[in-house]
């Protein structure tokens, strides 16, 4: 993946973190919260691709989440 591509999938989920999405980020990196966010800015690929991961498992453990609450609630 080149520099361009990773500029996109970061321009992607950038209005989609959550600050403590830079908590995780750090974990998953094994670095710091501030130095996983400084990797993330500079277009790092690892961190754009374990932020991008964080980004999507959130959504989708929302979604699945008010899905089953819904199905409850029909009940």
């Known amino acids: ?3 361009n591509e ?3 999938v ?3 989920i ?3 973190i959550r600050k403590g999405d830079y908590i995780t980020l750090g974990e998953m ?3 710091n919260q501030e130095t996983a966010r400084s990797r993330f ?13 964080i980004v999507e498992s959130r959504e989708k453990l929302i979604e699945d989440f008010n ?3 819904k199905k409850e609630d029909n009940s």
Do not use: F, P, T
Not at 43 to 48: H, L, Q, R
């Open 41 to 53: 800015r500079r277009g790092n690929y690892e961190a754009v691709m374990a932020m991008k991961q």
């Open 1 to 3: 993946m080149n520099q």
């Open 6 to 8: 990773i500029d996109l």
């Open 14 to 16: 950038k209005c989609k």
């Open 29 to 31: 990196i094994s670095e």
């Open 67 to 69: 899905s089953e609450q």
């Open 10 to 12: 970061k321009g992607q």
